[in-house]
């Protein structure tokens, strides 16, 4: 399994960006998919995840301002961005994994995922 994210780029604060994970090699509506971030000096930190069947599971940091979807015909997870505030700024890494059980508990941990996209940086401007 490959996975492409892109979209990334600079924003304002309060300005909307997307992003896109494309996978390729198996069909991504058999994985759970997830977005996380990482801050320079911080450690990775999950941001949302859509699980095999379509659920939906977000950081309380983002609730109400970001949205994970998924387009089962062109295999690609999107992460939409809204209401962008500075500390938003990360690399933004999209990560699959077969069937993973859909639990809070393990959605939002980076140990949980086998594949890895290459990181895409968001900038928002205060």
């Known amino acids: 399994v490959q996975l492409q994210a892109s979209g990334g780029g600079l924003v304002q604060a309060g300005g909307s960006l997307g992003l896109s994970c494309a996978v390729s090699?198996?069909?991504?509506?058999?994985?759970?998919v997830g977005w996380f971030r990482q801050a320079p000096g911080k450690e990775r930190e999950f941001v949302a995840a859509i699980s095999w069947s379509g659920s939906t599971y977000y950081a309380d940091s983002v609730k109400g301002r970001i949205t994970i979807s998924r387009d089962n015909a062109k295999n690609t997870v999107y992460l939409q961005m809204n209401s962008l505030k500075p500390e938003d700024t990360a690399v933004y890494y999209c990560?699959?994994?077969?069937?993973?059980?859909?639990?809070?508990?393990?959605?939002?941990?980076?140990?949980?995922?086998?594949?890895w996209g290459q990181g895409t940086l968001v900038t928002v401007s205060s």
């Open positions: 090699g198996r069909t991504v509506s058999d994985y759970a």
């Open positions: 990560a699959a994994q077969w069937r993973l059980t859909f639990t809070p508990s393990r959605v939002g941990r980076t140990a949980e995922y086998k594949y």
